[in-house]
């Protein structure tokens, strides 16, 4: 390489124009990630535990407090494997999450609020942030998924309820309604109806044996921790799985009107099994 | 105001000039308001005849301004011919069918309980309801009275249009917590908190995104890793690791030092209620008319319901047949002085067939006396109502309530329920296009 | 039909001034694809409340039906001509494929996922977590409700079409996916696309038991286990990242090459 027209990026030789052409393609590929992450972890949660999320008389001490971050740390776990050993960037939870909160507040705000009339009071997602931050740096620190697992998915459930208490608190004081004791949140679903998901619908703590000193949310969150761990290495894997580059020979290739002549060169058919960029080897995991 | 106003020349002049595609969508710009529902007409007809029949239904007012008050009142029965595949109301809640929380819900009882919590009802048991509405999201609404019950989903009661006007933005829903906090708005309260929350921790979330993304991304990582040569430990330096420490230990100091100063300025909160009421159902009345049915018949073509049924008087006064109730139509019989005055002028004309309830004799039956007699609803809301559509249901059984006034006015309730087989020709060749028959 | 891609006998040099990708049709694709989304949010905001309440009434008829038609009519003839256009001037010298050539089409394969990702995040996100707020405004509805007419038969047949048109793309323009089928590839455009057969499943239920319209149940899970193969994504990101520094690679070397005869 001559000099000046090169840099060094990670210790390797770049050409200028390279480099370039790879920046535009991290801005390209980080548009479509926030779209497709925040596309399909979105149906994933909303339709796994969106019921909680959506509504402030859903968002109990059992339920929510459980199975919110089980299914939350799904994605981020996936996105982990791929993020960290491709990549080396501890950022995949934190990226996932904000996909997420994304758009739920683009959806609580234009669908359940300017189409449905909903207040936003009654619709306000769930943060799952400083657990996705613990989880990454975690995985930053420890480098490895087990230790991860261990440690930042347990962490990530064991923050959720805390986290969430510092906006959720004001909803859970206690108000007088035609004689019964009632929290703020569960007066606001009942003074904004909703015609499909009546009182008895919801799963929620509907009461329990105490212990912990009574507090629920804490057996749950717990409980909780000790699933997502499961939950993280079973997800680790899951992304494993679909970062694979398993490919097939195309059937329809002659049909294609494609001769063995229009193969592409040796060398860079073998870069798809890993091998050769001028002239280096590859060692593709 | 959120319905459109109607002006036919502008109606024509949109229609005349939008392509054949949009004009079909443009003309809607102008209709006023339809007689919209709101899904009900979807229910199968059986499970609007044979679940929840309300009656008595009164609002206060069809219109309010903004925090103004409609008042529903009412009963219900539950049909004790019960759908088959629907579960048993073992748990129940008085809904408030409304199109979108247009109108908050500030009170709302059975029996005199409070219905914040659901309940289990009783079947062949009358209950009495009130709710009380304040008027939200300007415009001309449907709203229903309705009765959810679980994995049956809303019944609904009669609809009726109810108007608020005035501004959105004047609504208010104030309450004093028991905590001593005094909240203006519930739309608003506590977002202040949230947004902070939620801005404060996305921040935090952007800081440690755009340390990463900052530097060459994804061509270059991975090259430096799956190459020789590359330099991992410029892809995770020690300050990236001293940051995430940081970040790390900063994280949990946040949710904790957050997590007691949210305790200590609300210390005390409630958990969501989740309790069951428990509400008796109003004192059982002896049906004083047994009603059975000998014969049903639906004229399709002449989009009517006929029955012949057998009447058996087991009261001490006499009984004469003044309505029928099914699926919130009231068929009443226009000969029954007292059935025609229980009609409240704000009942919705919609629900009331002008034909009324035809009945073969109409003479009060008296103490002790069993007599057979044919009556007949006829009306076109067997078909825009989608009730005639029993015939293709696979349970044809319909279900009502009949009314029955002595002299006094005194009111008892029989059910009726039976097969329905329909007839679907006839020899005036009348259809359910052109039920009167005749040319044309 | 036989329209054929030819090689121009540009220099390295010249080549270089061409863009890097046609981020020109992405862009115009992409606010094209914005302007339809914000005109069925639109149509929504007006139809739904003044007539999408009750699918038994004329006026729903006239509206919510016919945009139905109009998308069930569109939709499918943008894939035939899209994808056909796409495999009828497919590169039939792919052997001669000279490496900025291959590079420029890595990127406008990428741009076509862009506007894939950006249909799916439509479809997926915002107006599927809106159905769960319409669910609660009409009491119990058919199929053929206004946030399904859009979700289902509107957004998601669009995302097909990209989904589709990228895969095709590269297959028939790029010799590694012409040579061989990329599995992830494939997951991250049928998995998606089974969202739409799932919805039978969906129908099916709601039709014959579950009255209730809780978005957590069973009966929806077959939507996300087909939404989780957006993951392969991950999977295709991997393979482009591997196929461009192999395509970069020789660049270099070409360009290196090139250097040394002008000396």
Not at chain 2, 321 to 349: C, W
């Amino acid at each position: 390489m001559q000099g000046g027209t090169s840099v060094r990026l990670y210790g390797l030789e770049w050409p200028k124009e390279s480099a370039r052409i790879s920046r535009v393609f991290d801005l390209l590929v980080a548009a479509i990630l926030f779209l497709a992450v925040s596309g399909a972890f979105h149906l994933h949660y909303m339709l796994t535990a969106g019921d909680w999320d959506m509504w402030i008389d859903w968002k109990d001490r059992q339920w929510w407090v459980t199975l919110t971050p089980i299914m939350a740390i799904t994605f981020p776990a996936a996105l982990q494997y791929v993020f960290w050993t491709k990549f080396r960037l501890p950022i995949a939870a934190t990226f996932a999450v904000v996909c997420l909160l994304f758009g739920q507040w683009i959806n609580r705000y234009f669908g359940f609020h300017l189409w449905s009339y909903f207040p936003m009071s009654e619709v306000i997602p769930a943060l799952l942030i400083p657990g996705a931050l613990v989880l990454d740096v975690a995985l930053l620190l420890t480098g490895n998924f087990l230790f991860t697992a261990m440690s930042g998915a347990f962490a990530f459930a064991l923050l959720f309820y805390p986290t969430n208490w510092f906006w959720l608190a004001p909803y859970r004081l206690p108000v007088e309604v035609m004689g019964q004791l009632v929290s703020v949140g569960d007066y606001i679903s009942y003074a904004f109806t909703r015609t499909a998901l009546p009182e008895y619908i919801r799963l929620i703590e509907r009461g329990t044996l105490r212990t912990f000193g009574g507090h629920s949310a804490i057996i749950a969150s717990f409980f909780s921790a000790f699933v997502s761990i499961l939950m993280y290495l079973a997800w680790w894997h899951i992304g494993m799985l679909l970062a694979r580059v398993v490919t097939t020979p195309n059937a329809l290739k002659h049909f294609m009107g494609l001769t063995d002549k229009d193969e592409p060169a040796e060398a860079a058919q073998k870069a798809i099994d890993g091998t050769s960029l001028q002239g280096r080897s590859v060692a593709a995991e | 105001m959120r319905t459109f106003c109607f002006h036919e020349s502008s109606c024509v002049r949109v229609v005349l000039s939008a392509a054949a595609a949009i004009m079909q969508i443009g003309i809607l710009i102008f209709v006023p308001d339809a007689a919209l529902a709101h899904g009900e007409r979807n229910q199968e007809p059986f499970l609007r005849m044979r679940t929840a029949h309300f009656y008595d239904v009164k609002w206060s007012t069809n219109e309010t301004p903004v925090n103004g008050e409609i008042v529903v009142t009412g009963k219900f029965r539950l049909f004790p011919i019960w759908p088959v595949n629907l579960p048993l109301p073992e748990a129940a809640f008085l809904g408030n069918g409304t199109p979108g929380p247009v109108l908050a819900r500030t009170e709302s009882y059975i029996n005199g309980v409070p219905a914040i919590q659901s309940t289990k009802l009783e079947l062949n048991r009358d209950y009495e309801f009130k709710t009380v509405l304040k008027g939200r999201v300007p415009g001309h609404h449907h709203v229903h009275p309705m009765i959810n019950v679980m994995g049956a989903g809303p019944l609904l009661g009669p609809g009726n249009w109810l108007t608020v006007t005035g501004n959105e933005s004047d609504f208010k829903l104030s309450i004093k917590t028991l905590s001593g906090e005094t909240i203006d708005n519930l739309e608003t309260w506590g977002l202040g908190r949230v947004f902070f929350w939620h801005g404060l921790w996305v921040a935090i979330a952007i800081v440690w995104l755009v340390w990463w993304l900052r530097r060459p991304l994804l061509l270059p990582r991975f090259r430096a890793l799956t190459e020789k040569g590359g330099d991992r430990s410029q892809l995770v330096t020690s300050t990236d690791r001293l940051f995430g420490a940081g970040l790390l230990v900063a994280t949990i100091l946040i949710v904790f030092f957050g997590f007691q100063a949210t305790d200590t300025a609300y210390p005390r909160t409630v958990p969501l209620q989740g309790s069951r009421a428990t509400v008796e159902p109003l004192p059982e009345v002896p049906e004083q008319v047994k009603v059975a049915v000998n014969k049903s018949n639906y004229d399709v073509p002449g989009r009517s319901l006929r029955m012949n049924v057998t009447l058996t008087n087991n009261g001490s006064s006499s009984a004469q047949l003044g309505e029928l109730l099914t699926s919130n139509q009231r068929f009443i019989n226009h000969e029954v002085s007292q059935a025609m005055a229980t009609v409240d002028p704000n009942y919705p004309k919609e629900l009331l067939p002008p034909n009324g309830l035809k009945v073969s004799d109409s003479r009060p039956l008296k103490p002790g006396e069993t007599k057979t007699v044919d009556i007949e609803a006829a009306d076109a809301a067997w078909e825009t109502e989608r009730l005639s559509s029993l015939i293709n249901d696979p349970d044809n059984t319909l279900g009502g309530l009949l009314f029955f006034y002595d002299e006094h006015g005194k009111r008892t309730i029989s059910n009726v329920s039976g097969p329905m087989v329909p007839v679907f020709t006839d020899p005036d060749n009348r259809t359910a296009e052109n039920p009167t028959g005749g040319a044309g | 039909m036989s329209i054929t891609i030819t090689h121009s006998a540009k220099s390295a040099a010249e080549d270089r001034t061409q863009p890097l990708g046609n981020f020109k049709l992405a862009a115009g694709v992409t606010l094209a694809v914005l302007a339809l989304m914000v005109f069925w949010r639109i149509f929504q905001q007006v139809y739904a409340w003044s007539a999408g309440l009750d699918s038994t009434e004329p006026a729903f008829d006239a509206a919510w039906m016919t945009l139905l038609k109009v998308e069930l009519s569109v939709i499918p003839l943008l894939w035939v001509v899209t994808w056909a256009y796409l495999w009828f001037t497919r590169d039939r010298n792919l052997g001669a494929l000279k490496p900025r050539e291959e590079l420029r089409r890595y990127f406008n394969l990428v741009l076509f996922n862009f506007v894939y990702a950006f249909c799916v995040w439509f479809a997926t996100s915002f107006f599927a977590e809106q159905d769960a707020s319409w669910h609660q405004v009409v009491v119990r509805d058919t199929s053929f409700t206004p946030s399904h007419i859009v979700l289902f038969y509107g957004t998601m047949p669009l995302y097909v079409l990209f989904g589709v048109g990228s895969f095709l793309y590269a297959m028939t323009r790029l010799p590694k996916f012409a040579t061989q089928i990329s599995i992830p590839f494939v997951l991250a455009v049928v998995g998606p696309f089974l969202i739409l057969p799932n919805l039978g499943y969906n129908e099916w239920g709601h039709a014959f038991f579950l009255m209730e319209e809780v978005f957590s149940y069973p009966l929806h899970w077959g939507f996300v286990v087909m939404g989780w193969s957006v993951l392969a994504l991950g999977g295709l990101l991997i393979q482009i990242a591997m196929h461009m520094l192999e395509v970069i690679g020789r660049l270099s070397q070409e360009d290196q090459a090139s250097v040394a005869t002008q000396r």
